[in-house]
């Protein structure tokens, strides 16, 4: 194992010592000796490889403990790995015993054992001085604790930053660690604006009640948007809304609806220009799309993302309906999405889509019929042929 740094000198007269035990009691005894010298000088490294010294000793074999065990007689290779292995506890231990988490984890990774380093990364509480870029390094970007890692990203380095680390990390393959990012992003953002608009309000000698919201702060108060004003940055709420679509129903997702309140009234020229349809409305479109989700006005904004998909899909552009068919899917109505699917998707490649499929919502449902005409729509005669043959009764239904 390589060393990060120096390892702590070892006292200069231990060699002499090594020498004399050696001589007057043999390896063993010496091996010993080595292990106390290393373990009284604080050296991990040195202390791991004395600990496989000895054990090489006890069987007879070289005693050089950086050579490949594969290199030793075969009845040697199941003792010497659990020397490694106990070797690597010792040590790793002792590194932990000191706060070395990053030292820790290096032994406790050979062996394949995390968990005594999660659970300090989970303890782990930096002071205002703490390097915490070495503990980052081990729980985000080597996914050892990616929550505590982003918490420590956000908690030392701010919003910008985390926004930087969700938007930079492909999140979609892990949706709880992606919601759980997203959420305490929006927390934060939200907090940050609550308490800038009440000291705004303060300092215009109209202070809001204890316990107001965001929203009853905004709507109350059109003068907070006066002269172009704004509390918080404003890339940072636009790309924390947006970040914010992927998040269930509950208390995130109402944050999240608040501050798309607050970026609705912010002046045209601090809205960001329109995006891509569905949300070429911005804030309105991001704020209707979660109160779907939230089980709010939801029959009238599926209406409004469905005219858009429609106008979309009129003119050969699909992310609007793609957009629409995942949310129909977040509200379980799998049938509509299928119908959706169906209207506005036939034609699109399935690998390049970000919804289901019409053919995946067919076999969720056992519609094998839809599942074929979808094929046919696609000339795709095997999945044509598979649907016909699901239907027929000959085998049992795909399981959901």
């Known amino acids: 194992m390589d060393a990060d740094d120096a390892p ?31 373990r009284a000088a604080g050296d ?23 050579g490949p065990a594969t290199d030793l007689p075969a009845h040697t290779h199941e003792p010497y790995e659990e020397a490694i292995r106990a070797a690597a ?29 999660k659970l300090a990364i989970e303890n782990f ?16 970007q080597q996914g050892l604790y990616p929550k505590k890692g982003f918490d420590l990203i956000l908690d030392r380095h701010g919003v910008c930053s985390a926004i930087t680390t969700v938007s930079g990390s492909e999140l979609n393959q892990n949706p709880d660690l992606r919601d759980y990012c997203v959420g305490r992003l929006t ?10 608009l009440r000291a705004d309000l303060s300092g215009r000698g109209a202070p809001a009640r204890d316990g107001a919201s965001v929203r009853e702060m905004v709507e109350g108060h059109p003068e907070l948007f006066g002269d172009d004003a704004y509390h918080i940055d404003t890339s940072h709420l636009s790309s924390v809304c947006q970040m914010a679509l ?25 809205r960001g220009g329109g ?17 779907t989700v939230a089980g709010v006005d939801v029959e009238a904004n599926l209406a409004r993302f469905r005219e858009k998909a429609k106008r979309e899909s009129d003119v050969g552009a ?4 793609q957009v629409y068919v995942n949310l129909l899917v977040k509200l379980n109505r799998l049938p509509e999405a299928l119908a959706a699917a169906r209207e506005f998707l036939a034609n699109e490649e399935e690998r390049g889509l970000i919804c289901p499929s019409a053919s995946e919502l067919a076999r969720r449902l056992n519609d094998y019929a839809a599942l074929a005409d979808a094929a046919k729509a696609r000339h795709d005669a095997v999945q044509f042929l598979a649907g016909l043959i699901a239907g027929s009764g000959v085998y049992p239904p795909v399981a959901g």
């Not at 070892?10 to 010298?37: K, Q």
């Not at 490294?45 to 069987?59: D, I, S």
């Not at 995006?275 to 109160?291: C, I, K, N, S, V």
């Open 44 to 66: 991990l490294n040195g202390l791991f490889y004395a600990l496989l010294l000895k054990k090489r000793v006890e069987l007879g074999v070289s005693p050089f403990p950086t």
């Open 89 to 117: 506890r010792e040590v790793g231990r002792l590194a932990l015993d000191r706060g070395d988490l990053t030292k820790a984890w290096q032994f406790y990774r050979l062996i394949n054992e995390p968990e005594p380093v």
């Open 246 to 270: 992927y998040l269930p129903p509950g208390e995130e997702n109402a944050l999240a609806r608040e501050l798309c309140v607050y970026g609705e009234r912010l002046s045209p020229n601090l």
């Open 187 to 196: 927390r934060a953002l939200h907090a940050q604006l609550a308490d800038r």
């Open 125 to 140: 509480e930096p002071g205002p001085e703490a390097d915490i870029y070495p503990i980052i390094e081990i729980a985000w």
């Open 318 to 321: 699909s992310y609007a309906a």
């Open 8 to 38: 702590p000198p070892i006292d200069p007269a231990a060699f002499d010592r090594l020498r004399a035990a050696l001589a007057a009691a043999g390896p063993a005894a010496a091996a010993d000796s080595l292990i106390a010298e290393l």
């Open 275 to 291: 995006g891509d349809a569905p949300f070429e409305d911005g804030y309105a479109d991001y704020r209707a799309y979660l109160d």
